[in-house]
């Protein structure tokens, strides 16, 4: 693989199940994020990682849980799927830049999610 | 206040137009700048960097005024293929704030 991948695709999910994102990068990237986007709101981010071991809450964490056990896998988690994250999922990564700050990031091709 | 300000447009521009895109911010400290192009459906794609000197690629020139806390896309000569949403991306210490986006399209 080279860049970032995401699976599934596409998904339709019944309200109250339990459904986990995949994101895979082999860019060795140290920060790993994902987004949602929905349409007039632009991109919101989820949850980050800084590094593998750690995670942050982004604006708007609540429904959904991330783990980064190593660099490459940064999986995202709706414990139990409700109509209103019907949206699509973009897990994005970016190495750390001088300086304290960080490099462009590189996106993954997204995840279209339906919940029922 | 919003971390970034866009205006979402859309602008519909003729073959050939000269059209720009402002987004402001709203922190000072904000250190890094990026411009990214969307196409329908598809995922954001780093068009180009933004820095204080201005930087040109070709049809596109992006600018920053830290004075004014604005960056600005300049695209010269539209192609029918420039059409898509343009994103105005501004990093603050280790968070990444992305604007709603600029619908540009363009129209034979």
């Known amino acids: 693989i080279a860049g970032i991948t995401q699976a599934p695709t596409s998904q339709i999910l019944a309200a109250g199940r339990r459904m986990t994102l995949r994101c895979t990068q082999d860019m060795r990237h140290n920060a790993m994020y994902w987004y949602r986007q929905d349409l007039g709101l632009g991109l919101r981010l989820i949850h980050y990682s800084n590094t593998a071991g750690t995670t942050g809450k982004g604006e708007v964490p609540d429904g959904y849980s991330v783990s980064r056990a190593n660099t490459d896998d940064f999986p995202l988690t709706l414990a139990s799927a409700v109509p209103s994250q019907t949206s699509v999922y973009f897990c994005a990564s970016s190495a750390a830049g001088g300086q304290g700050g960080y490099n462009e990031q590189f996106f993954g091709p997204g995840t279209r999610l339906t919940v029922l | 206040r919003k971390e970034v300000e866009q205006d979402p447009g859309p602008f519909n521009v003729p073959e050939g137009a000269t059209v720009a895109f402002n987004c402001t911010y709203s922190?000072?400290?904000?250190?890094?700048f990026f411009w990214y192009r969307q196409d329908c459906r598809k995922e954001p794609k780093l068009l180009m960097s933004?820095?204080?000197s201005g930087n040109e690629d070709g049809r596109f020139t992006a600018q920053l005024n830290r004075a004014s806390q604005y960056i600005s896309l300049l695209i010269r000569d539209s192609k029918l293929s420039d059409s898509a949403t343009y994103l105005c991306?501004?990093?603050?210490?280790?968070?990444?704030?992305f604007g709603t986006g600029t619908s540009l399209t363009v129209i034979p």
């Open positions: 933004v820095y204080s």
């Open positions: 922190n000072s400290a904000s250190q890094s």
């Open positions: 991306v501004v990093v603050t210490g280790n968070q990444f704030y």
